[in-house]
């Protein structure tokens, strides 16, 4: 065996011989857990037992160790315990906050792990965005494995801020906390062949590691193509039978409730334990409100529970399940040699968060973490004021016709899915105009590296704005300024504004700034607090209801209106995309 020291998210030689000298009743535990109720994810079982810690690792379970010698004693009574929980798929950066403040709101609902796809930063920053994220993360009281993004840029239909090649990929897939190749999302490359996008999925074969999935209403011999490139798994599902056809096409499916994607309530019936290892929960882009109220992948779990889900069954999607898919060692259970990242439950129907243990380390208890987390030393400078916009002026935002037909966005409430809708605009002098009466409003996509100036116009249905304009800097997956409003005037005030604050959220009317959101970080990130995030994102959302908004969560569902790769009708810097045909087209019919 190597004399290379692991990197510190795996077990050393010492740690290892420690917990067996503690399991063989050799050393002293440094704590016991006496009377808990241990919830096994392996047999789905409750189990009454006393727990054994030797430093960060668990070194064994039964009686035996009741009169154990231990540093700390601390008895449950009787209180159930369950593994830490492990979000399966996560975009930190759509919380709007670091990766530290992140932890602080999620340790102590009882989340210990998180595999995350750094590709919004990547897609603005490339790899000092990626370094940038796992630097930030080290030595937090939460584990961040990361997958390594695929798509940047997600399609050759928009202009993102850095490339990641093949090349850029395999450096990456050596990082020792890097799982995998993130969700390769050009599903019609791959069902073409492509070189370069199958050959991602190879890459993550050849390193061992896990070939991730993105395939949105994929079925039939269009989702027999796409699995046979190797991809394992996918969180875009939102119906009972898209979702049935996966898991029989041996799809690692991963149910998703993120802020606006909220597929659990659809897919219920499919979690059940027949299906073993074969599900996993993620929430995939949650905002700060989301998170505080709600939290991460415990809402799936407490949501589960509630819908009548086996309680244990719930908590293995969220823990083993997801550990065994990314091949996460000695995590996701309690078990001897397991790390001992532990959740004390007040209450398992609800699933109350008493304490939670990372590493054998008390860390957070009722609510609140023990103690502050510092925040990684990390260089934001190489990242910062990404926001440079070409002169935007109001000819470059004219939707010319010449009558009749053109296409339209329409959002679904609650999905990142869109519909193409036709429609006859409103014209004046051979332009195709805002028309709030109609709930006509005018969407753009204003490039904002300084490459080329590029601006997307078009026409969206069903935002209820009734004046001024709304804008945002994080723009999936190629993050340009994407603004919709009801004023020419107010979509440029909106968009200069973000630039001069170096990206964010904002609302504008009548050339007033109502309320804004700063995320000087890539443009998508803030080094605030989630609370003091929320507090802004408040405002911004009371201030697009009191212009006519009638979306939820209508930022994060701006932010994806220019996301190429999900169907049907999107809008890049380029222009107009079928997502379906995998190519822009024209505003008139």
Request: with cysteine; proline share 5%; net charge negative.
């Amino acid at each position: 065996m190597s004399k290379q020291r692991p990197h510190k998210s795996q077990a050393s030689l010492e740690e290892v011989k420690f917990a067996i000298d503690v399991a063989s009743g050799r050393k002293p535990a440094t704590i016991l857990l006496k009377n808990a109720t241990v919830l096994n994810v392996f047999s789905l079982e409750p189990q009454k037992t006393h727990l054994a810690l030797a430093g960060r690792l668990i070194a064994g379970l039964g009686d035996d160790y009741e009169y154990a010698l231990a540093d700390q004693v601390i008895d449950l009574q009787g209180s159930h315990l369950a593994p830490g929980l492990i979000d399966g798929h996560v975009h930190i950066e759509s919380s709007l906050v670091t990766p530290s403040a992140y932890a602080a709101g999620v340790v102590p609902r009882g989340v210990t792990g998180v595999v995350c796809d750094p590709h919004e930063i990547g897609n603005v920053a490339g790899l000092k965005g990626i370094h940038w994220l796992l630097d930030g993360s080290e030595n937090l009281p939460l584990d961040v494995w990361v997958t390594v993004p695929s798509c940047v840029p997600s399609t050759l239909m928009e202009t993102s801020g850095e490339i990641l090649g093949l090349a850029e990929i395999e450096t990456l897939l050596e990082h020792p906390r890097v799982v995998g190749v993130a969700e390769i999302m050009s599903f019609p490359d791959v069902m073409a062949a492509d070189d370069e996008n199958v050959s991602k999925a190879l890459l993550a074969e050849h390193y061992r590691k896990s070939p991730e999935g993105h395939a949105p209403g994929l079925k039939g011999k269009d989702l027999q193509a796409y699995l046979a490139s190797g991809i394992v798994s996918d969180h875009e599902a939102t119906t009972l039978e898209e979702a049935r056809e996966k898991l029989n096409n041996g799809v690692y499916l991963m149910v998703r409730e993120g802020s606006v994607t909220r597929n659990l309530k659809a897919l219920l019936p499919l979690i059940e334990a027949k299906y073993g290892d074969r599900i996993g929960f993620v929430t995939d882009d949650r905002l700060p409100h989301d998170l505080l109220d709600e939290g991460g992948v415990d809402c799936l779990v407490r949501m589960a529970i509630a819908a009548g889900v086996d309680p244990l069954y719930a908590l293995r999607c969220a823990s083993y399940n997801t550990a065994k898919h990314y091949g996460l060692k000695r995590r996701g259970a309690i078990a001897p040699g397991y790390f001992a990242d532990l959740v004390v439950l007040e209450d398992l129907p609800s699933y109350k968060v008493a304490s939670v243990f990372k590493e054998g380390k008390e860390v957070a208890r009722a609510g609140e973490m023990l103690e502050p987390i510092s925040a990684a030393k990390v260089d934001n400078g190489p990242i910062t004021q990404t926001v440079k916009l070409s002169e935007l002026t109001k000819e470059k935002l004219k939707l010319k016709t010449s009558g009749g037909h053109v296409r339209c966005i329409k959002p679904i409430h609650y999905q990142v899915l869109t519909e193409e809708t036709l429609v006859t605009p409103t014209v004046k002098k051979g332009e195709a105009v805002a028309d709030p009466e109609r709930d006509l409003l005018k969407l753009i996509c204003v490039e904002r590296y300084g490459k080329n100036g590029g601006v997307g116009v078009g026409l969206i249905s069903d935002f209820g704005l009734q004046a001024g304009a709304l804008a945002s800097s994080v723009g999936h997956d190629h993050h340009n300024i994407l603004a919709v409003g009801a004023s020419d005037d107010d979509l440029i005030t909106a968009c200069k504004r973000l630039e001069a604050i170096g990206g964010g959220f904002i609302a504008v009317k009548d050339g007033k700034i109502l309320a804004e959101l700063a995320l000087p970080i890539a443009g998508l990130v803030t080094d605030e607090p989630l609370e003091k995030v929320r507090e802004k994102l408040d405002r911004l959302e009371a201030a697009a209801t009191e212009l006519g908004n009638k979306l939820p969560a209508p930022f994060m569902t701006l932010s994806f209106l220019g996301l190429a790769v999900i169907p049907e009708l999107r809008l890049t810097d380029k222009g107009l995309v079928d997502v379906l045909k995998s190519q822009l087209v024209s505003f008139s019919v």
